[in-house]
């Protein structure tokens, strides 16, 4: 199969979604890669570490939509793609449809094959593509809230894990899923207090089991809640429900309630947020201050880490595009319904409830007799 791999354009992407490693995988395998001209650089591979494993390089952004039979990004096309993409194309990437009527609509008009990272689920009801994202942001969480608990940011200039005689940060954890559980762990080994909370006593059960001796366990409710703010010096939002809006767990009102510099960092704020005052921030300004309370609500974490962030997503999308250059994507999806439920759009039908409902668009079988032209 011809694989292209364009340059992500969208504002601050440093991500590519194939890694020299991943471009000897598939040249491995029998096909061709072509890959935009300093596609990688933002992730630290040079055009000369993609050549070296065969993959051939392209000047141009319509050169590689041209030329591929399935592109592999990361973001989702943004308005300048929209007329690049082909009838029977397969593009496996982030697509987020329900977020977005414009992108919706261009790939429906576009017939191409949408197959969205964020919907390939496993047996278990488990996200493979969307965990290695949600452990990048858990880790960061501490590190960018341990940098803004110093004084010239704003915060209470209190160090994570004190030093001997002195007490170390109390750190209050919302959610023990993947983002709290890695979260959790930064903190715990940086020697901070570390208190988790969750609705889901089974989850709680099993952190308290594997969760080192400074991190303890907390049935989340209002009263927890407002009780755990008064003492947290830095409280990291990391809930979800599923297919819907964060609920605002952290009032404005319990902002009063916090020490002055307490710093907050809601990494839910993708999903509207778990704490009443964030609102959208980006690398450039991460930060904002209330009732002397530090924000920080980066909606795009990852993103500053593209590196590691490129290497983690890339492990875990490498064998599924790999499925689907093998065995073209009918057969693919056939064989796999993993990615199977990554279909969202194809060819002009629109195939998965959550994209059909958010726009009032029928929703139609996955008919999979056609095959994409070898
Ligand atoms: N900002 C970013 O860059 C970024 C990056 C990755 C993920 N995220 C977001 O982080 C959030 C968490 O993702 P995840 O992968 O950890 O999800 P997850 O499903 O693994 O964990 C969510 C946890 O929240 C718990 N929860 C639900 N309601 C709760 C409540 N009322 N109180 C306490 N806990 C509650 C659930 O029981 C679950 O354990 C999501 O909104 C995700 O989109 C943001």
Redesign the pocket.
Known sequence: MIIGVPKEIKNNENRVAVTPAGAAAFVKNGHQVYIQKSAGLGSGFTDEDYAKVGAQLLDTIEEVYAVAEMICKVKEPIAEEYPLVKENQLIFTYFHFASSEALTKAMIASKAICLAYETVEKKDRSLPL??P??EV??RMAIQEGAKYLGKPTGGRGVLLGGVAGVKPANVLI???????TQAAKMAAGLGANVTM????LQ?LRYLEDIMPANVDTVI?NEYNLEEAVKTADLIVG?????GAK??H?VTRSMLKLMKPGTVLVD?????GGCIETCTPTTHENPIFIIDGIVHYC?????GAVPYTSTLALTNATLPYALQLANKGWVKAVKENEELRKGLNIVNGDVVYKGVADAFNLPLEPIRLEEEIPA
């Open positions: 969307l965990i994202m949600s942001a858990g919302i959610g023990g899923g993947i983002v709290g909370m969750d609705v889901d989850r989340s990391a809930v979800l429900i599923p964060a609920p767990l990494v839910a704020v993708d999903q980066v909606a795009n974490m990852p």
